[in-house]
């Protein structure tokens, strides 16, 4: 079993704060994800890390970013939330050596609600 | 990019039932995974599964990697296998992440 860490797992805020959503995981994977999720509809990756002090942006383009300080800590931070940042954030590991994306292991989500 | 297609986008079952949910991927992979996400919204790993068959409990899982598809197999349905399944595919060339399919909403009824 996977155990990755997502916090806060609701948060419902106001326009124009700054939110850090943070993920965690233990098992020493090098390699980690954020996806966004909509309601009902398919997951798009928007930033991933290969490790530490690696950040890349994915396929969907967002106005969050992340850090990689630690293997085991990659936050996202939304510096000035707005409603259309309304959204479930999924952050995510895999093992594997090098570039290729091993088995995947997913956190809880974190479901963000922008006023 | 590879491209992933699931069928059907949604099911309604009998609790009972047995259920076929297909993935078919553009590309040859070197990774393929089956999840499901819960009406909590969490995706629980249920299959890695590249090539050959697997089975856990009452589900079971086949990937043709020739023929480009996978299968999930979900036999005597419960009501707890309601939830979207979504299958993903990492092509043996060209990017190096994971393409999710748009999912299966399968709802099981009492």
């Known amino acids: 079993e996977a155990d990755i860490y997502q916090t806060p797992r609701y948060l419902v805020i106001g326009t124009g704060k700054k939110i850090t959503l943070e993920c965690s995981q233990t098992?020493?994977?090098?390699?980690m994800y954020w996806y966004q999720q909509d309601p009902g509809m398919e997951l798009h990756l928007i930033h991933y890390?290969?490790?530490?002090?690696?950040?890349e942006k994915g396929d969907l383009s967002s106005e969050s970013t992340v850090s990689r300080i630690r293997t085991e800590h990659f936050p996202l931070t939304l510096e000035s939330a707005r409603p259309s940042h309304t959204s479930q954030y999924l952050c995510?590991?895999?093992?594997?050596?090098?570039?290729?994306?091993?088995?995947?292991?997913f956190g809880e989500g974190s479901r963000l609600t922008v006023l | 990019g590879i491209q992933v297609e699931q069928s059907p986008p949604d099911l309604i079952l009998q609790e009972g039932a047995n259920s076929t949910l297909r993935c078919n991927f553009s590309?040859?992979?070197?990774?393929l995974q089956w999840f499901h996400q819960n009406p909590w919204g969490q995706l629980i790993n249920l299959f890695y599964?590249?090539?050959g068959t697997k089975q856990n409990g009452r589900l079971s899982a086949t990937t043709v990697a020739t023929e480009r598809y996978s299968l999930l197999y979900i036999s005597s349905s419960q009501t707890t296998d309601s939830g979207v399944y979504f299958c993903a595919a990492l092509a043996n060339f060209g990017n190096e992440k994971l393409t999710f399919g748009t999912g299966t909403r399968l709802t099981i009824i009492p």
């Open positions: 098992m020493g994977h090098d390699k």
């Open positions: 590309d040859s992979v070197n990774n």
């Open positions: 890390s290969y490790g530490v002090n690696s950040t």
């Open positions: 995510a590991s895999s093992e594997g050596a090098g570039p290729l994306t091993g088995e995947l292991f």
């Open positions: 599964i590249p090539s």
